[in-house]
């Protein structure tokens, strides 16, 4: 039975998964490179709660429980004792090896391992660690932003247990996530789906069909959808996205073929939100 949980990466994301986690009494590590870091990403996860305070979504006490169940910590060492790891780092594999190396490492022999890639092989990074522990190594896509998204999809590598993925399975639908079993591919799901759409409204855009505020209007009145692409884009990172893209494109060609708009923002620095600015500007820079 998983009972606790370790989430590796305190950025936007981790930080997000482990409040996932948190909020439903899972004690929960949350790690980063530097305790600093991971403290940060306790700081994001307090700012998320306040807006659902102020939002009338929860009241204060359960903002305190759920901070309660969060540990920040700059040791991986640190999740050595946790039933499921997540790592949510960045999309670079040199580094997504080497955390998997040292959670395969110091963790104990019954821990899952799992991966919030959004695009590489899970196979392949099963190819991290021991061959006793591809067994309990699994994908866990999260969608973003995940304290608030359900899909979480579950992707099984080629030496993933069966039992490994029913444990995940039922530990996501406890916490309120909806997961969708998928076959290990580049991109999954999700992203080539995605990734697809997001190419179109660039398009557009390119080609004076429609402005970016305008693709955004469609998506949300004609579309349905909660927010613009355009203004997803922006939450997701450009950075994240033209590496992404970088990936699909050399698995399946031309239809992935990264836009010259994400590659003229990434070159200029503007990443999105995290940098003040993407395809909108947020009045602010850092």
């Known amino acids: 039975m998983i009972k606790k949980v370790g989430v590796v990466g305190a950025g936007m994301m981790g930080a997000e998964i482990a409040l996932c986690f948190a909020r439903e009494g899972y004690p929960t590590m949350l790690n980063d490179i530097s305790l600093e870091i991971a403290e940060n990403g306790k700081k994001k996860q307090e700012k998320i709660l306040d807006k659902s305070i102020s939002k009338g979504k929860i009241a204060e006490e359960d903002k305190t429980?759920?901070?309660?169940?969060?540990?920040?910590?700059?040791d991986i060492k640190d999740l050595a004792d946790c039933d499921l790891v997540i790592e949510a780092v960045l999309e670079v594999w040199d580094v997504k090896k080497s955390v998997h190396e040292n959670l395969d490492k110091y963790c104990k022999a019954e821990t899952i391992i799992?991966?919030?890639?959004s695009s590489i092989s899970i196979s392949k990074l099963a190819s991290c660690v021991g061959a006793e522990r591809k067994g309990q190594f699994i994908g866990t896509h999260f969608n973003s932003p995940a304290s608030v998204m359900k899909l979480v999809e579950v992707i099984p590598g080629l030496l993933t247990e069966d039992e490994t993925a029913e444990k995940v399975t039922e530990l996501l639908d406890k916490i309120g996530k909806v997961p969708v079993r998928v076959k290990d591919v580049v991109g999954f799901g999700l992203n080539r789906i995605f990734h697809c759409m997001y190419?179109?409204?660039c398009r557009l855009v390119e080609e004076g069909v429609c402005s970016v505020e305008d693709v955004d209007k469609i998506c949300k009145y004609g579309l349905g959808h909660p927010m613009g692409i355009f203004a997803l884009l922006d939450i997701t990172g450009h950075d994240l996205n033209l590496e992404v893209d970088q990936i699909m494109f050399e698995a399946y060609g031309e239809r992935f073929r990264p836009s010259p708009q994400i590659q003229r923002l990434v070159d200029s620095g503007r990443l999105g939100r995290k940098t003040g600015a993407g395809f909108y500007d947020y009045g602010e820079k850092k």
């Open 65 to 74: 429980k759920t901070l309660e169940n969060v540990h920040p910590t700059g």
């Open 114 to 117: 799992a991966t919030n890639t």
């Open 199 to 201: 190419a179109e409204a």
